[in-house]
């Protein structure tokens, strides 16, 4: 990374912190990369530069871990995947059950602290409700 992409991601965090801590307690990781949590989502900001003039954020939250592996409800996490306007759903079956979630990437330069902040709170919104549907949705063990 030359030191202008390093200059130029870390201005584009910034601002993404900035913009996040009106609504939430933001902590700035040791790589840069921005966390906090949206009611019981756990959520992380991170920036990369792909080309020149073509910075993009990108926020991934977990929606849910450890949920039962169980057909129906995998089902459902898929028919919501494609229902989503902000973001991409991901299922990942482990050990312990089913894990799930949402990733927006999204191109940021220019985009006002007020703007980025709306967006980055509709994607944390959806990530919220879909984590109360799905848990509403799990069978019980």
């Known amino acids: 990374m030359t030191e202008q992409e390093a200059l130029t991601t870390a201005d584009l965090l910034t601002k993404a912190r900035t913009a996040l801590e009106a609504f939430h307690d933001v902590h700035v990781d040791d790589d840069g990369a921005l966390s906090f949590r949206h009611v019981d989502v756990p959520c992380a900001v991170q920036a990369m530069q792909l080309a020149e003039g073509l910075t993009v954020l ?8 450890d949920l039962p592996d169980d057909p129906k409800l995998a089902a459902s996490a898929a028919e919501r995947a494609g229902d989503g306007l902000f973001g991409t759903l991901g299922v990942v079956h482990t050990d312990k059950g089913m894990d799930v979630t949402l990733r927006y990437a999204f ?5 006002s602290a007020t703007a980025l902040g709306t967006l980055l ?7 919220s409700q879909l984590r109360a549907e799905l848990l509403d949705e799990a069978p019980r063990q």
């Open 58 to 65: 990108s926020l991934t939250c977990v929606v849910a871990w």
């Open 107 to 111: 191109p940021a330069d220019g985009i």
């Open 121 to 127: 709170m509709l994607v944390v919104s959806t990530a």
